[in-house]
């Protein structure tokens, strides 16, 4: 280990909650009041044998792709919108991703002369691999520690000092799925008289999983936790409008319903 990563580490290492590194007995022969820190000696246990470079060993240059896409068109009596859109971001840390798709439409046509009907549609699915939290657990680990053991497995420092490697292998991953979408129908009674009703849901399904290996910090066994969460919602709303111009001024009246 070269000085300077010895010089890191006392100044700014974290070694867990316990633990010996300086020669308590050559500090007591001091018998003194008045020193520095090179008048102390640290123990030959003080420090791990490795200088692992650990930025390297678990980050990357992050990259986000975005791609859109979308079409509209129509005639006197129709139009209509079609969108998608594809998102992938790959994090500072490896492995770590949020993919998205997304996707809209819309229609809105006239029926006949007095009848209109519209139509609008909107979703997205997410799929999602979180490790943001090892990045806490990079700015805790010491450079002297090796990241494998002699067998090539993940070396585990102690009960209260994760391995990096350990925290990017567990697993922090959740999908989503949202829908929603509106549909109505128009109908002009009379000159300036129109009822309207619509229907609207919207949907949601979202699943999480996550699971901390052993030589997770404070962790001897290993946790595993899933959830899953749906949603759905209906309203249905019916308005009755009359619009009327009587000389310079504009007459509005509404009666609207909720369910």
Avoid: C
């Avoid at 979308?70 to 139009?79: A, I």
């Avoid at 992938?88 to 209109?116: A, E, H, Y």
């Amino acid at each position: 280990m070269t000085a300077a990563v010895k010089e890191q580490i006392m100044a700014n290492g974290w070694g867990g909650d316990t633990g010996n590194y300086m020669d308590e007995q050559a500090f007591l022969d001091l018998n003194t009041s008045e020193f520095d820190k090179d008048d102390l000696q640290l123990l030959p246990t003080a420090f791990f044998g490795g200088n692992t470079d650990w930025q390297d060993v678990v980050t990357q240059t992050p990259l986000n792709k975005k791609h859109d896409a979308s079409v509209r068109g129509g005639s006197d009596k129709t139009t209509y919108y079609v969108s998608i859109g594809l998102q992938d971001i790959q994090g500072i840390v490896k492995t770590g991703f949020n993919k998205r798709i997304s996707g809209s439409t819309s229609l809105d046509t006239q029926l006949s002369d007095n009848l209109k009907f519209g139509l609008n549609i909107r979703g997205a699915t997410t799929k999602r691999s979180n490790k943001d939290r090892l990045l806490t657990v990079l700015n805790r680990i010491r450079p002297d520690i090796n990241a494998y053991n002699d067998d090539g497995s993940v070396y585990l420092p102690g009960y209260y000092v994760e391995n990096p490697l350990t925290a990017l292998a567990n697993i922090d991953d959740s999908n989503s799925i949202t829908l929603n979408s509106t549909a109505y129908l128009e109908y002009e009674l009379l000159d300036g008289l129109k009822f309207r009703t619509s229907f609207a849901n919207s949907y949601s399904d979202s699943e999480s999983l996550s699971f901390d290996r052993r030589g997770t910090y404070q962790e001897e066994l290993g946790e595993r936790s899933w959830s899953n969460y749906k949603s759905s919602r209906d309203v249905f709303d019916n308005t009755l409008s009359y619009v009327k111009q009587i000389g310079k001024n504009i007459m509005l009246l509404l009666y609207w319903d909720t369910l």
